[in-house]
Nanobody, 124 residues
């Protein structure tokens, strides 16, 4: 069992930045991958980014490439999503998720553990 807790969301103006954190407890993430997803009102949950804990590889959706950076801190057992140049289309509830494995996944159904979500609202 892995428990995940997101934090760092809030209200930000267009062009601003936020860093989201995903703190894991229960087990170390050393053998896991962590994904970031978001879900806007009336839309399906979509992939944002992912990081492999062991391989250090990352993946990003086209909509956030060049603006968002996903990273992990082994000591803190925490994943991060650094977001720059935010725009109104980034407004959503952001979730982190985890699953055992080395290879990156991009669909929600491939993840087993989920955080509660944190709201990111970008005003334009």
């Amino acid at each position: 069992q892995v428990q995940l807790a997101e934090s760092g969301g809030g209200l930000v103006q267009a062009g601003g930045s936020l860093r989201l954190s995903c703190a894991a407890s229960g087990r170390t993430l050393s053998l896991y991958i962590v994904g970031w997803f978001r879900q806007a009102q009336g839309k399906e949950r979509e992939f944002v980014a992912a990081v492999s804990w062991t391989a250090g590889t990352t993946s990003y959706s086209d909509s956030v490439k060049g603006r968002f950076t996903v990273s992990r801190d082994n000591t803190k057992n925490t994943a991060y999503l650094q977001m720059f140049s935010l725009n109104a289309d980034d407004t959503a509830v952001y979730y982190c998720a985890a699953r055992w494995g080395r290879y990156l996944k991009t669909t929600p159904s491939e993840y087993d553990y989920w955080g509660q979500g944190t709201q990111v609202t970008v005003s334009s």
